[in-house]
């Protein structure tokens, strides 16, 4: 055979492939035998063997082609993986969809996409002119990590796009249907283990001696986090589609096109989902679902009720992290009855004493549990709980398992009451408990010793501050030897520290000591959530840094400046005044200052340039080419401007970068409002521009240069969500 009729050959062979893969993987409908389908592999693999050259990176046999990795490479998410608000019945369900309504119109005509919410781990794939190009995790949402390798082991994750499909109501009549592929499409889905393959996959793994997983989602992440892609393609993973991130000039309207795109392009999409004109045949098909979950051959825990309209969703827009347009309907709680073996009592950052239940493990939905919550003393007392007694335990939402209550029926005399201890046990100190409050604090902020390590804790996390390396152990043993009395210690670190102490060489070190050093330069919102402020999360701490620009100008705050700000109420405001008022806090934020913690935001100072923007409404989308959307804003604020996040007829200007969010483009299309680049952003500002204005634009030694026009930017059609439609 010549070269020609060889690869003629080869590409014969990949089509039917993966054909059947698609037919067995995707509508588990095989239409031939696994000995037939292994032939067609065994010749193909020869082939490619034997001619190396032919052997491309969309081959069915390079599923498992990449050599084992050291760590995952973080991943940017250019659309936000967003999460979902839950409701745990059908008034809570109600009561989203009147506030839909409300912003919508109550005349507005709604539709609804329900599909099964599995429970598994989110992840997104890339796809560039069809070619799976990169693979990354959820993470926080905002990062996750890369992992391409693993995931292109997943028989049902179509390596190349749109060779197969079905039609649009998921069946096939065996014959390609031609798909339209976009040169750039980014799906979102879920990875997860059928409840059977968990079962054979633990029975593997309890036969060779290795650790068995908890339940199926615990094993779909373990193996798709695996080093060894090699290891990963030997685990039954799978995969649903059910989203789009970004895609270019191909145009969907709504969630339901969306998913019979996913399917024409060869991606499995779950048959269950369906689409309802009317909300009461929605709840009707997950009350169906609730009375069918032992059903289905995958765990799921709840169904998803989607505005099918994205155009209504973009209208809807999104409240913190979660879509207005979206809510996750979870089933009811799993419960199971244990004995209460000991009440213990945990110290948090702020000082809030919190009673837990030490339980005898039980199984509940296929976790082991062994501790429970108690909520507070009042919930404990109320209830009659005694140690000893026979409880009825739940994992609400299927995660965070509780104590409902006792069964009296079953005591037998031997059961003891249980009362909030008087003092911390970590420090000594008597525990307060102020008037109208559940909660028992210990007030000793600032040298109670578990309090301290729960700040530190949080201060490290990825939410916050993000220090690699650095845990719950490597905590407790800078609190433990001293090394470490507030999070501002952490920067006085050095190799001295760790001299002779077992487990910390050089290397691990040096690591350990970059990672705390990297972490000065964070944006300003994450030191702010870093300092554990009560009730102060991301979205708060973004307002807050957006607002007023540095952590001086903050702690110079009323509380009644604070209260003013759109997203922030009066417990939330109070709560951050009282914070920076204490002395040990002031103490906290100086020696962070001496240490070289970055405490402004980059490039910015709080001092007011001018009133060039006052009284005017901006938002932002995509890539400024001379300065982050954190310096974009800061600028706006220091000009008597307010930034917001979401488009609305009280915004008076877009401000376009490049790779826009289609969402707020088409938003500020549909409602006329003016568009600009970085440089109209600085016309407007005007002469009254100053020389820190520069320094803002010209951060990190880049030019402040003027963008491409906004017609440049924007792909021809738009179709970037910013938002996760898991």
């Known amino acids: 055979m010549t070269l020609d009729d060889l690869s003629r050959r080869v590409e014969a062979l990949r089509e039917q492939i993966r054909y059947h893969n698609y037919r067995y993987y995707v509508l588990d409908e095989p239409v031939i035998s696994d000995a037939e389908y292994d032939a067609l592999m ?29 760590q995952f490479a973080k991943v940017q998410h250019v659309v936000p993986m967003l999460s979902l608000a839950n409701a745990s019945d059908e008034a809570e369900v109600r009561a989203w969809y009147d506030r839909v309504l409300r912003l919508l119109g109550n005349d507005a005509q709604v539709a609804f996409v329900v599909e099964p919410k599995i429970d598994g781990l989110a992840v997104t794939l890339i796809y560039r002119d069809g070619i799976l190009v990169r693979g990354a995790t959820r993470g926080d949402g905002e990062t996750g990590e ?3 390798a693993n995931l292109r082991t997943i028989p049902s994750i179509p390596l190349r796009l749109g060779a197969l499909a079905s039609n649009s109501e998921g069946q096939t009549n ?19 283990m059928r409840i059977a393959d968990f079962l054979r996959l633990n029975e593997q793994l309890a036969a060779s001696g290795e650790k068995v997983a908890a339940n199926p989602r615990n094993a779909a992440a373990g193996s798709l986090r695996q080093k060894d892609p090699a290891i990963t393609a030997r685990r039954p993973l799978r995969f649903f589609a059910y989203g789009i991130g970004q ?8 969630q339901w096109e969306t998913l019979n795109l996913l399917r024409t392009l060869g991606f499995p999409v779950n048959r269950d989902a369906r689409r309802f004109e009317r909300l009461d045949d929605a709840l009707a098909y997950c009350r169906e679902w609730m009375t069918r979950r032992d059903e289905l051959e995958y765990e799921v825990d709840g169904v998803v009720i989607k505005i099918d309209s994205f ?25 199971a009855v244990s004995r209460l073996i000991d009440i213990v009592v945990n110290v948090g950052r702020t000082g809030v004493i919190t ?16 501790n429970a919550s108690l909520h507070n003393a009042d919930y404990i007392a109320e209830r009659d709980i005694r140690i000893g007694d026979y409880v009825i335990v739940k994992r609400a939402g299927d995660v965070i398992p509780y104590i409902v209550g006792p069964i009296v029926a079953r005591r037998d005399g031997s059961e003891r009451p249980w009362q909030m201890p008087a003092t911390c046990p970590a420090c000594g100190t008597p525990l307060e408990r102020a008037e109208g409050e ?10 109670c010793p578990a309090q301290i390590t729960r700040r530190i804790e949080h201060f490290v996390s990825r939410g916050a501050m993000d220090i690699a390396g650095i845990g719950e152990k490597q905590v407790q043993l800078f609190v433990e030897r001293g090394w470490v009395q507030d999070v501002a210690d952490l920067y006085m670190l050095t190799p001295d520290h760790f001299a002779n102490v077992e487990g910390y060489g050089p290397k691990r070190v040096a690591n350990l000591l970059s990672a705390i050093a990297d972490s000065k330069n964070r944006p300003l919102h994450r030191l702010i959530v870093g300092l554990g402020i009560r009730y102060v999360g991301e979205v708060v701490a973004q307002i807050l840094a957006d607002h007023f620009g540095s952590l001086d100008a903050l702690a110079a705050a009323s509380a009644d400046e604070i209260d003013a700000l759109e997203g922030i109420g009066p417990a939330i405001a109070a709560s951050v005044a009282e914070y920076f008022l204490r002395p040990e806090s002031k103490a906290l934020i100086a020696k962070l200052k001496r240490v070289g913690v970055r ?16 009284g005017k409404t901006f938002v932002i989308t995509g890539t400024l080419p001379s300065m982050s959307r954190e310096e974009a804003s800061a600028l706006i604020t220091a000009h008597g401007g307010k930034v917001s996040g979401n488009v609305s007829k009280k915004t008076d200007y877009l401000v376009i970068g490049a790779e826009p969010g289609g969402t707020k483009f088409a938003k500020a299309q549909e409602l006329g409002i003016p568009m600009i680049d970085e440089a109209g952003l600085l016309a407007l500002i005007g002469a009254g521009r100053t020389a820190d204005d520069q320094a803002t634009s010209a951060s990190d030694g880049r030019a402040a240069t003027a963008s491409v026009p906004p017609s440049d930017n924007v792909p021809e059609s738009p179709r970037q969500l910013d938002l996760d439609l898991s």
Do not use: M
């Not at 895609?247 to 709504?254: K, N």
């Not at 405490?599 to 006052?614: D, K, V």
């Open 599 to 614: 405490t402004e935001a980059q490039g910015t100072a709080r001092a007011s340039r001018g009133n060039a923007l006052a």
């Open 247 to 254: 895609i270019e000039r191909v145009q969907v309207q709504t």
């Open 174 to 192: 065996g014959a390609p249907v031609q798909a339209i592929i976009p040169p750039l499409i980014e799906v979102r889905g879920e990875v997860y």
């Open 146 to 148: 890369d992992v391409t």
């Open 355 to 370: 009673p837990n239940a030490v339980i005898e493990p039980v199984n509940i939905g296929g976790v082991t549990v062994r």
């Open 438 to 447: 559940v909660a028992y604090r210990c007030p000793n902020f600032g040298i």
């Open 42 to 70: 065994r010749e193909l693999r020869a082939l490619e063997a034997a001619h190396p050259e032919l052997v491309t990176p969309d081959s069915p046999t390079q599923r498992v082609g990449a050599p084992p990795g050291e």
């Open 311 to 335: 155009a209504q969703q973009a209208q809807l827009g999104v409240a913190g992290r979660d879509p207005r347009w979206a809510i996750a309907f979870k089933f009811p709680a799993r419960e």
